[in-house]
């Protein structure tokens, strides 16, 4: 029997909403490769919106690319969600994602660029980099570089610094263009508050880098660290203590930090760590952290021995 769009809407008709779309997404799978499902979705995609969100979860079902390729840019989020989601999973073109991104809102350029980021599609990021900087400026341009190869980003990092709003992604995809920026811009503020300023604002990305590049990020804390231990960076110290306790022991106890008054203390499992690794300043922590009596008793008690609590036996 020939399934119609008709006949799909009266048999959806009496079900709840949640069957409805278990029904249609069955049906056009069933339909898939056969010559049914392209009137199908052209009958339901020609009526109001309800009836084109089944479309779309129709052609999604069916793995239709090209049915969904043409509607990454659709007016309804619903529509386009399903094409972004095909995007992803289905063979649409590098030139329907291209096209989409020329014609959409800025609400969902931010969604192509998430699907670009997923990976698979550089590229055309790199392609898009270019021609939004000219087109739309620094902001569109910077959005993009998570989805860039990492030479790319090396090379063009510099210039879109100022307009990168989400640090965090590059530096997740990005460590080393990352960090090379973040020391360039370290070394070129001489003066102490425009440093301190640098980290309140990147503490956090450079807590995503250290169990990247510890080394490099005990590198950059050594040369250009700031004075007290910013309360995001406390849970990036356990990557480092792995790699080298005796360099973090050596910044902490460091004359040249002034530490902070309410400075954080270093979380039990970074203690532990920096126990763990023998360094030969450890005598020189306990001397620094004598006058901070919450911090003195951590690190002894993270000196006991494992399963140091005494048994009673009867």
């Known amino acids: 029997m020939r399934i119609t769009a008709d006949h799909l809407l009266s048999a959806l008709e009496p079900l709840p909403f949640p069957a409805r779309l278990s029904l249609t997404a069955r049906t056009a799978h069933g339909l898939a490769g056969s010559e049914q499902l392209a009137p199908l979705l052209a009958d339901l995609d020609a009526r109001g919106p309800y009836e084109r969100r089944l479309a779309a979860l129709a052609a999604f079902a069916a793995q239709d690319a090209g049915f969904l390729a043409a509607r990454l840019a659709d007016p309804d989020p619903v529509v386009a969600g399903y094409a972004l989601r095909a995007a992803r999973v289905l063979p649409v073109p590098d030139e329907a994602v ?143 203590a792995t790699t080298d306790a005796e360099r973090v022991v050596r910044w902490i106890t460091s004359p040249d930090r002034r530490e902070q008054r309410y400075e954080p203390m270093p979380r039990p499992g970074v203690l532990r760590r920096l126990v763990r690794g023998e360094p030969a300043s450890l005598p020189a922590l306990g001397r620094h952290w004598l006058h901070r009596d919450d911090h003195f008793a951590a690190l002894l008690k993270a000196m006991a021995p494992a399963g140091g609590r005494r048994s009673s036996t009867r």
């Open 98 to 240: 291209e096209a989409a991104y020329d014609d959409a809102p800025a609400a969902l350029r931010h969604r192509l660029a998430r699907l670009l980021a997923s990976g698979g599609r550089t590229a055309l990021a790199e392609r898009l980099v270019v021609r939004r900087r000219a087109e739309w400026g620094d902001a569109e341009a910077a959005r993009l570089l998570p989805a860039c190869s990492t030479p790319f980003v090396a090379e063009h990092l510099p210039a879109l610094a100022h307009a990168v709003g989400g640090w965090t992604k590059l530096a997740r995809r990005h460590p080393g263009p990352v960090l090379d920026h973040a020391e360039a811009s370290l070394a070129e503020r001489t003066r102490g508050k425009q440093r301190e300023e640098w980290w309140r604002l990147h503490a956090a990305t450079v807590a995503v880098l250290a169990p990247l590049r510890p080394e490099r990020v005990l590198t950059l804390l050594e040369r250009y660290g700031p004075h007290g231990l910013p309360p995001v960076l406390n849970g990036g110290l356990g990557p480092l």
